[in-house]
Structure formats: structure tokens, C-alpha cells
């Protein structure tokens, strides 16, 4: 575990009675027991070595950059948003879990997830094109591509490893990305496949959420504002139970 002071407000964010004691402020309905347990998750990974040494990150830039608070915050909060949009794809798509993986410790579930977090409200993502076309150099792939080989190589950079969707949810994604020769393309060469390997009317269905129309792109923007919302609830929590330990110092201090 890296060696960090983490507040015990922290901890008591994971448990159910603080959450529910905390009114929810925000118009997407948050799942009080599925942020329960991703925050929980995240606090036990976020900071510990063990997980970064899993994606064979330089642990010591890791630690130096963990060494303060609000980049721990930080952290935390993308770990949080990127945990719970994943399980809602999951939830909604519940065959996805089981349908392999496009690369050895890459679940297509994971690719699944990210496009549908960064495709957000793109007017023209043209996913089905490019995966009609086959053609991964071709304009139509590009933004599928982009988003599928984001982070170069991971290892060789961590600067902005937080942010990443494949960090925070499958450290074996990250190894797959990174031990792969021409990331982008074979990469999306690989999705591709896995994609014809779906039954016809579970491609229909990951479609209906990538996909170009109106409807896909409102289904992407509920799960992203009920991820963002999951997010604002921990901070709410993680706020009230500190303003409760500050007045509980206080009447320590008058003996009360």
C-alpha cells in the first residue's frame, strides 16, 4: 500500500448508513449501493501499489504524484466515474461480460464501456461504418481508433494515467494495449473481429448505444450524467461526514 494518511471520512463514504444519510442533490438517480461499492474498490486500488504494478507503471512516478492530496482526490473521483459508467453498460447490456475478449486480458466489455464514455454526445461517431468497411485506416475509424489506442503506451508515460477508463477498470487491458505492436490499428483490428463474433441481434444492441442515432447518443449521455451524479453524491457524503468529525473535534475540545 503506498504509504498515505488517508482521512477516516474516506472510509466511512463506502458505508451504506453515511450514504443514505446524505440527500441526493442531482436529477440521474444514483444506485446508492453500487457507488457503496465502487467507491469502496476504488479507495482499496487507487492507492496501492500492488495495482499499478500490475499495469508495470514506474511505481515511483506514481508515488510521487500520489504524494499529494487533491491529485489523490483526483484520482479517486475519475476512478469513481469510469467504475460506475462501466457497470452500468454492464447492467443495461448484461450479455457483454460474456462475450470474450478482442485481445488475451482484454474483454471487448471494456472497449464497449470507453467508446460509450468518450463517444458521449458525438453527433457522427460512424462505428458501424468502420466496422462495415473493415478498413482501419479509413476516415471513418478514426475517431473509433483514436479512442481505442488512447494512451500511447502507458508505461512509458503516466501523466495522465488517472484520467484513463483502462486504468481504472482492467489493469490487463493496459498490459494487452501497451505489449501490442501497432496499438491503434491492431487494436481496432481485434475489436473488429470480436465484434462478427457477437449473435446478430446482440451487435444490433451494442449498436443501438454506439451508434450515430438520436436515441444512442441519449442513451450514452443518461449513463455518463448518472456516473457524474454518482460522483457528486460521494463528494456530498465525503463532505457532510467531514463537516460531522470537525463539530465532533469541537465538542471534544468544550468536553461536551
Excluded at 492530496?69 to 483526483?74: D, F, L, T, V
Excluded at 441481434?201 to 451508434?211: D, K, N, P, V, Y
Excluded at 450514452?220 to 460522483?231: C, D, F, K, Q, S
Excluded at 463532505?239 to 470537525?246: A, M, W
Aim: aromatic share 10%; hydrophobic share 35%.
Amino acid at each position: 500500500m503506498i504509504n498515505f494518511t488517508v482521512k477516516s471520512l474516506i472510509a466511512l463514504v463506502v458505508t451504506s448508513s453515511a450514504l443514505f444519510l446524505t440527500p441526493m442533490r442531482s436529477d440521474a438517480q444514483v444506485n446508492i449501493n453500487r457507488l457503496a461499492q465502487v467507491a469502496k474498490s476504488c479507495q482499496g486500488d487507487i492507492l496501492s501499489y500492488n495495482y499499478y504494478k500490475r499495469m508495470k507503471f514506474d511505481t515511483n512516478s506514481i508515488n510521487h504524484y500520489l504524494k499529494n492530496s487533491y491529485n489523490q482526490e483526483q484520482a479517486i473521483r475519475y476512478c469513481i466515474y469510469s467504475r460506475y459508467h462501466y457497470s452500468l453498460v454492464l447492467t443495461k447490456y448484461t450479455w457483454l461480460d460474456s462475450t470474450g475478449e478482442i485481445l488475451p486480458g482484454y474483454p471487448g466489455s471494456v472497449v464497449a464501456g470507453s467508446l460509450a464514455s468518450v463517444f458521449g454526445s458525438s453527433d457522427k461517431t460512424s462505428i458501424l461504418d468502420c466496422i462495415a468497411n473493415q478498413d482501419v485506416s479509413s476516415q471513418e475509424c478514426s475517431q473509433t481508433g483514436s479512442i481505442i489506442g488512447s494512451g500511447a503506451y502507458f508505461r512509458d508515460s503516466v501523466q495522465n494515467w488517472y484520467t484513463s477508463y483502462k486504468v481504472n477498470i482492467c489493469p490487463s487491458c493496459v498490459v494487452a494495449h501497451d505489449e501490442v505492436s501497432g496499438s491503434r490499428e491492431e487494436i481496432l483490428k481485434a475489436f473488429i473481429k470480436w465484434f462478427f463474433t457477437l449473435e446478430k441481434a446482440q451487435r444490433r444492441e451494442l449498436i443501438s448505444l454506439l451508434g450515430d442515432g438520436d436515441e444512442a447518443r441519449e442513451l450514452r449521455l443518461v449513463i455518463i450524467r448518472e456516473a457524474n451524479a454518482a460522483v457528486k453524491k460521494y463528494l456530498e457524503v465525503r463532505q457532510g461526514v467531514e463537516e460531522q468529525e470537525q463539530e465532533q473535534r469541537r465538542q471534544e475540545v468544550l468536553g461536551n
